[in-house]
């Protein structure tokens, strides 16, 4: 929520480590941060529409993401690019429509993974034809969303089949650790209790079981 309206200086306190104007900026440019071999692109998406079809945005966006192009593994925003609405009469099935526009137009390559929040629950889509998975990961400090279908295997997404898609509406955390050249994805409650694992491999597509 750190648009122009809002908590704007959130984003440039904690998210952004160039020089702070004291201005807010509706879009900020995209910047890497790297750990170790992990290139991960952080996308200022505070200001992007979800329903709207935005083409201003949709190109501003692109833009962006063709900077990431070959640059980096995962990218992190605060939309989610192709994710379930919550509380939504037939389950809306892309969150913002400029960001999943602007995909669709720059397609930058060797990205594995979105990680996103903004839906307050946990969902993660593994999509066929080579799109990215995608990580909601919104099930922490706030109420809790409507849940959602616990199984989305075969929904379609934006065009895309969704080959293994899991859903919980439980206050939990996720963890990310690497395996190999690939990666586990574990969801635990505040208990610490394994609810969701999957495996997200660095070539292929992933998959996920639930407890």
């Known amino acids: 929520h750190e648009d122009c309206r809002r908590s704007w200086r959130g984003w440039f306190y904690y998210l952004d480590p160039r020089l702070f104007s004291n201005a807010c900026a509706a879009y900020s440019e995209p910047y890497i941060a790297q750990s170790g071999g992990l290139r991960l692109g952080m996308l200022d998406s505070a200001s992007v529409l979800e329903d709207g079809t935005g083409r201003s945005q949709v190109e501003r966006y692109a833009a962006q993401l063709r900077s ?13 690019f192709w ?10 099935a892309v969150i913002s429509r400029p960001l999943a526009g602007a995909w669709g137009s720059a397609k930058p390559d060797g990205v594995r993974l979105i990680l996103s929040g903004h839906v307050h629950l946990f969902e993660f889509l593994a999509f066929e034809h080579g799109r990215p998975a995608q990580l909601v990961a919104g099930d922490s400090g ?3 969303a409507k849940s959602l279908a616990p199984d989305f295997s075969g929904a379609i997404v934006g065009g895309a089949a969704v080959e293994s898609g899991k859903s919980r509406q439980e206050f939990g955390y996720t963890v990310l650790r690497r395996r190999g050249k690939g990666w586990t994805l574990t969801l635990r409650n505040s208990e610490a209790k394994d609810l969701v694992t999957c495996k997200l491999p660095e070539h292929g597509i992933a998959g996920c079981e639930a407890r």
Request: hydrophobic share 40%; net charge neutral.
């Open 142 to 144: 706030t109420a809790l």
């Open 68 to 80: 990431f192009s070959g640059q980096v593994s995962w990218i992190a925003d605060h939309h989610p």
């Open 83 to 92: 994710a379930f609405k919550s509380g939504v009469p037939g389950g809306g």
